[in-house]
């Protein structure tokens, strides 16, 4: 059984050494301002601006910073070093382009990529609920200013893409076939995937039911969870937190829309994206809160990016997403021939230590005691970043970012 060490690393994350021995501080990775640039016509504007640091650069900001803090100490009257000009950056041009791919699943997934169309190794990022492809805005254009093509869909039953009406048809079978007809459609034998929320459950499958198609995993926020064959997921959440719990409230078809349309799509998409509390989520009966209280958003999510969210949750409603949750226990049911199979892709799993699934019972000592290690043996590492909620990629973009590129370049 591997030794995990738990030790302090940059941007103050946590990283489990998984080789057995002394845990390890990781070099630290790219820098970045966000100023204020356009994606393209379908989303709204922003700016970004990425410092790559050399070890030179990073001795000068040192020495500045030792001068400047000390300098604070210094009368009005002194002379204050004069800040350093900020540096010119790739990123900034990338661009990010739109098109409409038809599968041979019969779906027609809206895709949006950014990067090389061609000879460069293809990331495929995969969002969860209630997100979409724009989760991934910052990523994308990190990935293509490292010579990546960064390829997000919306995901079957989200944004631009096509929603089919029946929950039966979000099986994990079902979308894993939408990803590998993807695959194929882009002229790759195999991709690094990167998945966050659902989009790591649907990963997760697509590395345990076809592992030939996946070069690496990089997951975020949610764990892989081996088959049980004792229970059903939805009857075993049930008996956990009680019917008022979230997934177990939508199972239900059409009540959680109408408590959904009675507060509001930007109303609901604040709660989700405002929650924080490290534990479950409940939707009482009685109703979640009223349209007219007050959520602040985090600082990570501005008022233009709300409102892209929900232009396109006014368009579809949220039953695409709703759908996943209502085929969990197909899923399982389909997945049986899979009970105890391992997952063999090279894997990387990133989670803050705020997320409410990182406090799940029993889910720690499954990530940290070599249960997850026993299920993934090409877990290279485990990344818990402190004082980080659930919506990873978006509070901590840049980070997570150069989290992402360290893992694949390995794979070059």
Known sequence: MPLFRVDQGAYGTMRASLNGGEGRMLA??????????????????????????????????????????????????????????????????????HRTVELNTGVHLHVAEAGPASGAPTVLLLHGFPELWYTWRHQMRALAAAGYRAVAPDMRGYGG???????????????VGDLVA?????????????????????????????????????ALSVVFTPRSPARRPVDGLKGLYGDEYYICRIQEHGAIEAEFARLGTE?????????????????????????DDEVPLPSWITEEDIKYYTTQFDKTGFTGGLNYYRALNETWELTSPWTGAEIKVPTKFVVGDLDLTYHTPGIQDFIHKGGL????????EVVVMKDVGHFINEEKPEEVGALIISFIQKFK
């Not at 459950?201 to 996946?214: K, M, Y």
């Not at 998409?269 to 979640?288: D, E, H, M, N, V």
């Not at 290690?373 to 290279?380: A, E, G, I, Q, Y």
């Open 373 to 380: 290690k026993k299920f993934v043996p090409l877990l290279d």
């Open 267 to 291: 109303q609901v998409l604040r709660k989700f994206f405002a929650y924080r509390t490290p534990g479950p989520l409940f939707i009482p009966y009685s109703g979640w809160g009223s349209p």
């Open 28 to 97: 630290p990775t790219p820098l970045s301002i966000v100023t204020s640039p356009s994606i393209d016509t379908t989303a709204p504007r922003y700016h970004q601006r990425n410092l790559q640091c050399s070890p030179s650069m990073i001795r000068t900001c040192l020495h500045e910073l030792c001068i400047s803090f000390c300098s604070c100490l210094l009368p009005p009257s002194s002379p204050r070093p004069a800040p350093s000009p900020p540096m010119a950056s790739d990123e900034s041009s990338v661009t990010i382009t």
């Open 182 to 218: 993807l695959i194929d459609s882009l002229g790759e034998k195999q991709v690094f995937v990167v998945a966050h929320d659902w989009g790591a459950i649907i990963a997760w499958n697509l590395c345990l039911l076809r592992p030939d198609r996946v070069k690496a995993l990089v």
């Open 161 to 175: 893409s096509d929603a089919p009406p029946s929950s039966e048809q979000y099986t994990a079978l079902h979308v």
